[in-house]
């Protein structure tokens, strides 16, 4: 293995390593009946594909943490690979990404203020009452 592949492979293993409480992501939406999403479902969503309900998957900027969470743990993918994958898309004019907000705070305000919003959000803290866990990964 070349150094980059190494440290890709040690990247993984620690992700996959570490406790299952810390640092875990939960998809959330704003729903009134609330449904219960797969992975394959959010996966998707955030890609851009019809999944039988109308929802608008929001997003964090590239550089937040949590994206790289949400990136490894439910759509297992690198950043680099989800957006060359909307490059392609964006090019050939097939689909567009998700809206992207600044900050988990931004992100907050947007999913409680749009209805049928989803997003992802860290387990550890509280989630307002007026969403809902579609998806959890455990």
């Known amino acids: 293995m070349c150094g980059y592949q190494w440290?890709?492979?040690l990247l993984l293993v620690l992700c996959?390593?570490?406790?299952a409480s810390a640092d875990r992501v939960l998809v959330?939406?704003?729903?009134?009946d609330p449904i219960q999403l797969s992975r394959e479902q959010v996966r998707n969503l955030y890609m851009g594909a019809s999944i039988g309900w109308q929802l608008t998957?929001?997003?964090l900027k590239p550089s937040n943490h949590l994206r790289s969470?949400?990136?490894?743990q439910v759509m297992g993918l690198s950043e680099v690979?989800?957006?060359s994958y909307w490059a392609q898309m964006r090019f050939?004019?097939?689909?567009?990404?998700?809206?992207?907000?600044?900050?988990?705070?931004?992100?907050?305000e947007r999913l409680l203020q749009q209805p049928r919003a989803v997003g992802y959000w860290?387990?550890?803290r509280p989630l307002p009452g007026a969403l809902v866990v579609v998806y959890d990964g455990s």
């Open 7 to 9: 440290l890709a492979a």
């Open 16 to 19: 996959v390593a570490a406790p």
């Open 28 to 32: 959330v939406a704003n729903l009134d």
């Open 57 to 59: 998957p929001l997003a």
């Open 69 to 72: 969470m949400f990136n490894v």
């Open 81 to 83: 690979r989800i957006q």
């Open 92 to 108: 050939t004019g097939r689909s567009r990404p998700p809206q992207e907000v600044d900050d988990e705070d931004a992100l907050l």
């Open 122 to 124: 860290p387990a550890e």
